[in-house]
């Protein structure tokens, strides 16, 4: 079993943390060493970590700049390693009534690296968000929390499973 998974993230509000914490905390649960950083602070390689999970929230149609530039950054790292991604961002309930493709960036970034999945889960942006759309949207009264945890925690266990069945894979030589 992979050992060591990095949760990286861009946030600008903390939302998108807030679902990389709870992506790290299932897979802890699950037995792995699990350390969820903003991707602006992680170090030089990545080369430490046995698999990755990069979330971005988006704005204007573009993932967060900091998860852009960290997929950028460790591209030939990432591309030995199984790596997930995911979205946050509609302010409504679309992404649990549905699923929601990646915009164009994250898109580009799944064929290059061949990533095993990208999934967008609801966004939040609550009373005191940063930035002047954030408070346009507020005054508008479209803000509100529209993250659904459950999913989110039945999606990082879906991520263990598979890193799970990898080893045993690679442990016998087949999977069973």
């Given at each position: 079993?992979?050992?060591?998974?990095?949760?990286?993230?861009?946030?600008?509000?903390g939302s998108t943390a807030q679902i990389?914490?709870?992506?790290?905390?299932?897979?802890?649960?699950?037995?792995?060493?699990v350390e969820s950083l903003p991707a602006r602070s992680v170090a030089a390689s990545v080369a430490s970590y046995d698999a990755?999970?990069?979330?971005?929230?988006?704005?204007a149609g573009r993932w967060h700049r900091d998860a852009r530039r960290f997929l950028r950054r460790h591209r030939g790292e990432l591309a030995d390693r199984p790596v997930w991604l995911f979205s946050s961002g509609p302010l409504d309930a679309s992404a649990s009534e549905r699923d929601i493709p990646p915009v164009s960036d994250v898109r580009r970034v799944m064929e290059r690296l061949d990533v095993r999945e990208?999934?967008?889960?609801?966004?939040?942006?609550?009373?005191?968000?940063?930035?002047?759309?954030?408070g346009m949207i507020l005054r508008s009264g479209k803000g509100g929390d529209f993250r659904d945890f459950t999913a989110i925690e039945t999606w990082a266990a879906r991520i263990g499973t598979e890193l799970a069945g990898a080893h045993g894979q690679d442990q016998k030589g087949t999977s069973d």
């Open positions: 079993m992979p050992k060591r998974v990095l949760v990286a993230y861009g946030t600008k509000n990389a914490d709870a992506v790290a905390a299932v897979l802890r649960k699950d037995g792995f060493t990755l999970v990069v979330g971005g929230g988006l704005y990208h999934i967008t889960f609801g966004g939040a942006l609550e009373e005191g968000a940063k930035g002047f759309v954030a």
